[in-house]
Nanobody, 128 residues
Framework: QVQLVESGGGLVQAGGSLRLSCTAS????????MAWFRQAPGKEREFVAA????????DYADSVKGRFTISRVNGKNTMYLQMNRLKPEDTAVYYC?????????????????????WGQGTQVTVSS
């Protein structure tokens, strides 16, 4: 059984930084795409960033481009999201997700339904 566990969330002032981690257990995820999504209160879950299996291709939502960086260390079965210049509108529960099917391409899906495994989420709160 695959489990994804996020960590690194918390409370930060606007303009600050946080680094989220997502560690997988139960299966090696080095051959699948992974992504971060977030959900703010009263809003639908939205795409934040995705990374291909090798880390060679990434994709970002326009709202975070230039401020967030997604990365992964396959040897540690871990993915990261470095978040800089945080804004109050970044406040949300952040979820990591992973595909189930190995993909040798550089695909970085942005649709939630492309991912089969999900973490429980970590809260990020940005105060103004």
């Amino acid at each position: 059984q695959v489990q994804l566990v996020e960590s690194g969330g918390g409370l930060v002032q606007a303009g600050g930084s946080l680094r989220l981690s997502c560690t997988a257990s139960g299966r090696t995820l080095s051959s699948v795409a992974m992504a971060w999504f977030r959900q703010a209160p009263g809003k639908e879950r939205e795409f934040v960033a995705a990374i291909s299996w090798s880390g060679g291709s990434t994709d970002y939502a326009d709202s975070v481009k230039g401020r967030f960086t997604i990365s992964r260390v396959n040897g540690k079965n871990t993915m990261y999201l470095q978040m800089n210049r945080l804004k109050p509108e970044d406040t949300a529960v952040y979820y990591c997700a992973a595909d189930r099917i190995p993909d040798a391409t550089i695909a970085t899906p942005s649709r939630a339904r492309a991912y089969d495994y999900w973490g429980q989420g970590t809260q990020v709160t940005v105060s103004s």
